[in-house]
Structures are given as C-alpha cells and as structure tokens.
C-alpha cells in the first residue's frame, strides 16, 4: 500500500516546469531591459515633420508627448536661437557707437569684450526666462480653467512645436536689422507677436473648456501674468549698457 506522504513529498520535491519556465522569462526580460537601457537613445529629427511645422505650425497639435517631445524642444530652441541673434546684432549695433570689443587687447578692448559678452548673457537667460513663464502661465492656467488636465510634457511638445516658423522669423529679423534696423525689427516684433498668437491658439485648442468664459479667463490670466513677471525680468535684468 503506498502511503499517501511519501507521494505528496515526492511531488514536492518535483520541479515545476511552469514555474521554472516563468524565471527563464523574468531572467530574459531583465536581460533585455538591461540591455536595452545601456543603449544609448537616440534623437531623430524627420525633416519632413520640420517642413510641416514650418508651413502649418498648428501641425503640433498632432504631436505626441511620448515619442514626439523633441520637436517641442526644438521649436522653443528655435524660438531662443532667433532672440539671441537679434540681440547680438542689436547690442552689437549700439555699442560699436561706444567700444568696440574686438579693437584691441588693451583696457578698453578687454571692458567692451566684457560689456557685450555681459549683455549676450543677459539676453539668453531673458529668452530662456520668458519662454517657461509663458508656457507655465498657460499650464496653470489651462488646468485651471479647463476640464482636461495636461502634463507639462505635453504642453512643451505642443507649444514648442508651433514656434518653428516664429524662430525662423525671428532669425531673419535678426540678421535684417544688421543691415536695416528698422526693418529688422519691424519683423522681429511681428514673429514675437505671432509666436504669441500661435501659443495662445494651439492652447485653446488642447484644452477642452465648458464655455467662452473659461477661455477668455486663460488668455487674460495666463497673459496678464507673463507680461507682468517679463516686465520684473526685465527690470531686474537691466539692459543698459552704460
């Protein structure tokens, strides 16, 4: 007669395939996981998606936080590259009535070096400054007022991505007032003006408000608020370069 303990200890002591099949798949998915985060990531730009935007900026709001973000990046990028350069010409213009960075190496040479270089630093923490108050202002806002509730990733992608073609403008503006100031910038002030009409429109776009009310609280708000803290930044900041 078989006893009934020694089998139930013989089947304990048998291995279970389900079980040891499940650790073959946890040690492989480790493995890949491993692998798959020594690997370094890679950042591609479709030239094609770049053209889009540059013809159709509201093309951003077909952007996806998730494996699209860089665009968003990019566009602020290029929004930030087309202040600096029309500030390097602006200041440049001024001060060569004044000093002249790059005439010699003595001591007036060395204070109109440090006086530019001063300025340029100036002008990219503003650019930098600007842009998160602004994209900020309409965060807050936006889940304020709205009934959708946006990551601050899908606000960078879709709000950077609409400022490719006012970067551009920007960039153009900057390099036509070294050769006709006025006109250089006539439409730097245009692309800083349609950069703001595009940010506030893809805005209302993404959320989904419940009435007129809520949207006309947000741009009011969320501008009134940028225009505000820009002007303290501003301020605090200084730029005079006397």
């Known amino acids: 007669m078989t006893d009934p303990d020694l089998n139930l ?31 370094p990531v890679k950042i ?10 540059l013809q159709n900026p509201l093309k951003s709001l077909e952007l996806h936080s998730s494996a699209q973000w860089i665009y968003g990046i990019f ?3 290029a929004a930030l590259l087309g202040f600096i350069v029309w500030a390097i ?11 002249n960075p790059f ?3 003595g001591l007036k040479g060395l204070f109109g070096f440090g006086t ?7 002008a990219l923490i503003f650019g930098l400054l600007s842009q998160t108050v602004l994209m900020t202002s309409v965060w807050l806002f936006g889940n ?10 899908e606000i960078v992608t879709v709000l950077g991505g609409v400022q490719w073609l006012p970067g551009a403008a920007m960039i153009v503006g900057g390099l036509l007032s070294a050769l006709y100031f006025p006109l250089g910038f006539a439409v730097f002030a245009a692309a800083l003006l349609v950069n703001l009409v595009l940010i506030l429109t893809a805005a209302l776009e993404m959320y989904a408000f419940r009435s007129t009310v809520h949207k006309a609280r947000m741009i009011v708000v969320s501008v009134g608020v940028y225009f505000f803290v820009t ?12």
């Open 144 to 153: 304020r007022f709205a009934d959708a509730k946006l990551s601050p990733k």
């Open 75 to 77: 566009g602020v990028g």
């Open 89 to 99: 010409v602006t200041i440049a213009s001024f001060m060569s009535l004044f000093l």
């Open 116 to 122: 530019w270089m001063l300025f340029l630093f100036q």
């Open 231 to 242: 002007f303290i930044l501003f301020s605090i900041l200084g730029f005079n370069p006397l």
């Open 9 to 39: 200890k013989s089947d304990r002591n048998e291995t279970n395939p389900y079980t040891e099949n499940t650790d073959d798949k946890r040690k492989e998915l480790v493995s890949v996981a491993n692998s798959a985060s020594s690997q």
């Open 44 to 53: 591609k730009i479709d030239t094609k998606m770049v053209i889009d935007l």
């Open 103 to 105: 005439s010699s190496f």
